[in-house]
């Protein structure tokens, strides 16, 4: 591993920051970054850095401040406000107590803040405290674990680090952790950096760069000492045929490891799956002996919360979809009893008022397919995916044949329910966080108004239409507000094949799909006797089989992930009240409507509910215009002598409500069931400001 340090960068880093938070302080942000950078050093907010200065009150006094990383954030973006400052001669002062409980700890760190707003001081703030050097850097390097997670792992750091390094076994992060540390380094004062067993490396000194190239130099003889062998896997694409497999199995996996939720209208919340499925996965998973040596403790403990302690691993070798599915389905029942009976082993360690976590895996390894990899959210089920590409690799840098030796088990559940730690995993759940939604025409306006509701709500979307610059736009937009939650696919509604590979091509990327919108469709004016028909079969192509392909394309994932799911196409108000010289759209939309009312018929057995919406008269979304006004607006315009403008007051004087409908009003209405707020299906809602006319019956 190479240092990273560049004056040139340093400077001007202490230029943009230093006015505001001092020169430290930007430089411990500087150097926290170039760790950040190294995802063989932390990953997603692990590890941590500190710095010890003055800082300044406002009545000019300066006590001694401990600057550390607040907890979970990432060290590759963190910034001077990313540090929580704490009154540094209080901290020391807590050296005395011979026990200091998590909870006392985080409420004698938030009394003792010189700035009460800033972030939550890291759950490892009392090393920082307790070690005396002006920077110190701790890490959970790759190259380290691999050393100590193995029996006599710590004579194997000794040999590969060399003697100005201490060695401690696990020990529980926190006071505990922070007391042995500084103990040790009382008897070695002459140490340079410190190996924590199964944990991570620290190191420290006077300036930032002494510090950070300590870390560089220690993690660079570790790997020098295993061979030099890389312990990152690379991503490379897999074969064809593997590829189809873990497209067929994800969703089976994402309808398994769906949390039950107690909630009648919402029995399962599902999760977002990040499947690793790259050359190096899938021969460290060919290995002989890999079930005994990827079944094992996490590196550091630090990953529990993301991965559980274990993976679960099922060979589906040689099954077809059908034994797939049982093979899983008992797999994943087997894992929930281990799970348990660890818990109850265990469960007097479990902190008041925290529920167990549902039982179910996080990760589920399977040879010759991949590595799938689970999290409540996209954020979460990347973090989980790294850390297991990781894990993966250090694991088989060490070897099969049982030479991993990770934590022991009740250290394993005492870090998995740590209140600390689970801080990290709460946060503000929208109400469709986790679910995966497909839009059909999601370019056109309705389209995009309908894909924006959804992000906004939480939901990752996958925005198909015909291929194109709109489609290409619609993604870049929406995807500025919304990084990594839309992905455009190309899909032609009228193609079955089309249609399945867009699904497929969701089910691989996230996992499987909760929610589909059929909203393509195409408008054409003509009275009956001008009707041409190979332009009467086009609207009935996209309108009637193209939605019917889109249904039954859903309906089959949604049946594979069993965890129920909602389709909502986008009628219209002309299916109830149809307009002369608008047969080839009215009639075919009706076709379109009467086959989403079947559909409710015959999925509602699979908890997946079929609605319709009908709107009347969205022009456009923003600055957006529709393709209906495109076909309709000339012709309107033209036979009531009206502009655009005068076009649009007189849609909203026909309604009784003299509403303007927008793409946004479409979009509530779809969110109002997909959020399930009543039990129905089959049914519509009008979103036209009122058309007696029009009224379902
Ligand atoms: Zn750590």
């Not at 939550?120 to 920082?128: G, Y």
């Not at 793409?663 to 969110?671: I, K, Y």
Request: glycine share 10%; net charge negative.
């Amino acid at each position: 591993m190479r240092s990273r340090w560049s004056d040139r960068e340093a400077a001007e880093f202490v230029g943009r920051y230093g006015a505001e938070w001092g020169e430290e302080l930007a430089l411990r942000a500087f150097s926290s970054r170039l760790l950040g950078q190294e995802t063989s050093l932390v990953l997603h907010g692990g590890g941590n850095t500190s710095l010890k200065s003055d800082y300044v009150t406002i009545l000019g006094e300066r006590p001694k401040a401990l600057w550390v990383k607040g907890s979970g954030l990432d060290l590759s973006t963190i910034e001077p406000d990313g540090f929580a400052g704490l009154d540094l001669a209080y901290l020391l002062r807590l050296r005395a107590l011979s026990e200091l409980d998590d909870a006392t700890m985080s409420r004698e760190f938030r009394g003792h803040m010189f700035r009460p707003d800033g972030p939550a001081p890291s759950i490892e703030a009392l090393v920082h405290a307790f070690l005396p050097a002006v920077y110190v850097d701790h890490t959970h390097a790759d190259a380290v674990l691999a050393l100590t997670n193995r029996p006599g792992g710590e004579e194997l750091v000794r040999e590969a680090l060399g003697g100005e390094v201490l060695v401690l076994p696990y020990i529980t992060p926190g006071f505990e952790l922070a007391l042995a540390a500084a103990s040790a380094l009382e008897t070695h004062p002459a140490a340079r950096a410190m190996v924590w067993s199964h944990h991570g490396i620290v190191t420290w000194g006077q300036s930032a760069r002494e510090s950070y190239e300590a870390m560089i130099e220690y993690v660079s003889r570790a790997e020098a000492f295993a061979g030099g062998r890389s312990t990152r896997t690379s991503a490379e694409q897999t074969d064809g045929c593997s590829t189809q497999k873990l497209a067929q199995v994800m969703p089976l996996v994402r309808g398994l490891l769906a949390e039950v939720t107690g909630d009648a209208d919402r029995p399962r919340r599902p999760l977002v799956l990040q499947a690793l499925s790259g050359k190096a996965v899938l021969e460290a998973l060919a290995m002989p002996g890999a079930r005994d040596a990827f079944v094992s403790p996490p590196l550091t403990s630090d990953h529990l919360i993301r991965t559980k302690a274990l993976p679960l691993w099922v060979d589906l070798a040689g099954a077809d979809e059908g034994s797939m599915q049982a093979r899983l389905v008992e797999s994943v029942a087997d894992y929930v009893l281990v799970y348990e009976s660890y818990l109850s082993r265990h469960g007097d360690l479990l902190p008041e008022g925290i529920a167990p976590f549902d039982a179910r895996p996080r990760v589920v390894l399977t040879p010759g397919i991949g590595a799938i990899c689970a999290g409540r959210d996209l954020r979460e089920a990347t973090i989980a995916r790294d850390i297991t590409e990781h894990t993966l690799a250090v694991k088989a840098a060490i070897g099969v044949g049982a030479e991993y030796e990770g934590m022991p088990e009740r250290e394993l559940f005492r870090m998995e329910y740590r209140g600390l730690q689970l801080a990290k995993l709460a946060g503000f759940e929208r109400p469709l966080g986790g679910r995966i939604a497909l839009v059909t025409g999601a370019a056109g306006a309705i389209g995009a108004g309908i894909c924006e509701g959804l992000l906004e709500q939480g939901c990752l979307v996958a925005a198909t239409d015909l291929p194109g610059d709109p489609l290409k736009r619609l993604v870049a937009g929406l995807g500025e507000h919304h990084p990594g939650a839309i992905v455009g696919i190309t899909m032609d509604v009228t193609c079955p094949d089309s249609v399945a590979a867009a699904f497929e091509e969701v089910a691989l990327r996230w996992g499987g799909v909760d929610l589909v919108v059929a909203n393509a469709g195409i408008a054409m004016v003509a009275p009956l006797v001008d009707l041409d028909l190979e332009a009467y079969r086009r609207l009935e192509r996209v309108n009637v089989e193209g939605t019917l392909l889109v249904i039954a394309e859903a309906a089959r994932l949604l049946k594979r992930q069993a965890i129920g799911g909602d389709i909502v196409l986008i009628s219209t108000k002309n299916v109830f009240a149809p307009g002369a010289n608008f047969g080839a759209y009215s009639s075919t939309k009706a076709a379109a409507h009467q086959l989403a009312r079947i559909a409710s018929l015959e999925l509602a057995g699979d908890d997946i509910r079929v609605n319709m919406v009908a709107p009347d008269a969205v022009f456009g979304h923003g600055r957006q215009r529709s393709g209906l006004w495109a076909e309709v607006g000339p012709d309107r315009m033209k036979a009531r002598g009206l502009d655009e403008a005068g076009l649009e007051a007189y849609y909203q004087s026909r309604n009784l409500l003299k509403a303007r409908v927008t793409a946004d009003h479409v979009a509530r209405a779809v969110m109002f069931f997909a959020t399930r707020q009543t039990p129905t299906t089959g049914a519509t809602i009008p979103v036209d400001g009122g058309l007696p006319d029009s009224t379902p019956r």
